[in-house]
């Protein structure tokens, strides 16, 4: 059996900026492990730009972020195993893997940092009624077709679910040829970015249809239909509404869910909100030197936050290596009105340092106070002209004052909601 | 003449009313900022965007590319048509030329493939 001071699970943006991070460091001895054939994750398939805008003030696409991130692991000489499946982590940081080329194999490493990613929601999640034919595909899967391998999955689709890739997909087909005929979206409101509802959808006339649904799939083989409906206030179809489209293809995004089954293997404890490893602010999970960061850790909307997160993840690691564990003094985080999570949800007060608070709001909130409390004392406050859950918001808890903290730290948005 | 368009510049998503005479912009209305000024402006004249796709390589499977610099939004579907009928080799690398002077922008990777 090898050993490796850090172990990092998954080669995508996170798991690059972790590996990076820790050997700037000072740990050299890393190995990363990737399932794909190359690194860069699911940057890979997206092919499409607006990525960086925050890090690297340019508008790059998926493939050249990832780049970046590539390049920087090679420079270094970090070692990476490519199809390579991880099959369970243990508490004790034993990481059991397999490949083609190497068998079953286990690593042993004094740290292990989970990045994992993320992945689709399906149709079997959400029940939706119908035959049960070819051409329903997840978005992610619909953009792997004709990013990666080069061939359309249909002519003909509707979507289902406003989500940023449903919206890429959308634009991305109509240019290669197909047409798109409805986004429909269950929500009064799209869960994508404002700038994807303009140049995915308006640029190309493409109908979004808030507050509707897919009632109805046709089609024994094929898709040949869908049938769509207005929802009430209860998300319940309301009868006399429905609209039918002739199509090949349906396509759904619906969400995002962090793949965490790893993550139990190691006894990581999780969040029922974020369904991803509850951590302190170094990223360190409830089990000692496990890590976890990226969209395993929360479904982040922009890459640039991930790589900002996975930093931290992997200094952290790279300082449990040289310094061993250190003793805890915690204070916990909470949400409050409209906030449907904080991370991270435990702060160690001994660690010193600002922490920025990543958080979202479970509704369109506008001219709204961002807040922090602690036992009725406001720590941090500051004016927003709107919230909306599609977009992570952050709030900086200053180090000075965590210091003097005793009791939980409460974090709320509150303004004119709908 | 009124156009009416969506700002996205942030999350806000101002509905921007631009008010034009004889080709200029008289006024705009709707915008909470600057930004939103300056975007309606641009916008509403000759929207421009960034094209990005995928181009055939000789050896298999396909090389992400996109236009070094945003191309006319009614030109979008003729750039598609161009870089459909390209096919590149391998070895590339992230920046190189694919296709010269296409509606004024060049096709370049975005990958580097070995």
């Known amino acids: 059996m090898r050993n490796y001071d850090i172990i990092i699970i998954g080669g995508g943006p996170a798991g690059l900026a972790a590996a990076i991070s820790a050997y700037d460091n000072g740990v050299k001895s890393i190995l990363i492990l990737e399932r794909e054939a190359q690194l860069g994750g699911i940057l890979n398939q997206c092919i499409h730009n607006g990525f960086g805008l925050a890090r690297f003030k340019e508008s790059l696409t998926g493939p050249e972020y990832a780049e970046r991130f590539i390049v920087g692991v090679k420079e270094r000489g970090i070692e990476y195993l490519t199809e390579t499946t991880v099959l369970s982590v243990s508490n004790d940081k034993k990481v059991t893997a397999i490949s083609a080329e190497n068998g079953v194999f286990t690593v042993e490493g004094k740290a292990v940092v989970l990045s994992m990613g993320c992945r689709e929601r399906s149709r079997g999640a959400l029940n939706v009624a119908g035959t049960r034919p070819a051409g329903v595909y997840s978005a992610g899967t619909a953009q792997k077709y004709v990013n990666i391998l080069g061939y359309m999955p249909g002519r003909s689709v509707v979507i289902l679910g406003s989500g940023d890739i449903g919206l890429i997909m959308a634009r991305r087909m109509t240019l290669e040829g197909a047409k798109v005929h409805a986004v429909c979206e269950i929500m009064p409101h799209s869960s994508g970015l404002k700038r994807n509802i303009v140049q995915c959808l308006d640029d190309f006339d493409i109908p979004l249809y808030l507050n509707h649904t897919i009632v109805n799939i046709e089609g024994k083989e094929r898709v040949q239909g869908v049938t769509i409906a207005q929802v009430d206030a209860n998300k319940k179809p309301i009868k006399g509404t429905e609209k039918h489209f002739d199509c090949d293809t349906v396509l759904f995004s619906v969400g995002l869910i962090p793949e965490n089954e790893l993550s139990k293997t190691a006894g990581v404890n999780l969040s029922p909100r974020t369904k991803g490893a509850i951590v302190y602010e170094n990223r360190e999970t409830s089990v000692d030197g496990i890590f976890a960061c990226g969209n395993v850790l929360q479904v982040h909307d922009l890459v640039d936050f991930v790589s900002e997160e996975a930093e931290i993840a992997g200094k952290s690691a790279a300082e449990y290596v040289l310094n061993g564990a250190t003793e805890k003094e915690v204070i916990e985080t909470d949400c409050g009105a409209n906030v449907t999570y904080v991370l991270p949800q435990k702060i160690n007060k001994n660690a010193g340092g600002n922490v920025k608070a990543f958080f979202r709001v479970s509704k369109v909130i506008k001219n709204c106070t961002v807040k922090a409390e602690c036992n009725g004392e406001v720590i941090i406050s500051r004016k927003k002209k709107i919230a909306v859950p599609g977009e992570m918001e952050t709030l900086l808890l200053l180090g000075d004052k965590l210091k003097g903290l005793n009791g939980k730290i409460t974090v709320s948005v509150e303004g004119e909601t709908e | ?114």
Request: aromatic share 4%; net charge positive; charged share 25%.
């Open chain 2, 1 to 114: 003449m009124k156009k009416e368009l969506t700002c996205v510049e942030c999350p806000m998503g101002c509905r921007i009313t631009v008010l034009l005479e004889d080709n200029k912009v008289i006024g705009v209305e709707g915008n909470t900022c600057a930004r939103g000024k300056m975007y309606a402006e641009n916008e509403v004249f000759d929207p421009k965007r960034v094209v990005t796709s995928t181009v055939k390589l000789s050896c298999g499977g396909v090389l992400p590319v996109k236009t070094d610099r945003p191309v006319s939004k009614k030109d979008m579907f003729s750039v598609m048509k161009v870089i459909n009928g390209a096919c590149c080799k391998a070895p590339v690398k992230t920046g190189d030329v694919i296709i010269e002077n296409v509606f004024g922008a060049n096709i370049i990777s975005a990958k580097t493939v070995e």
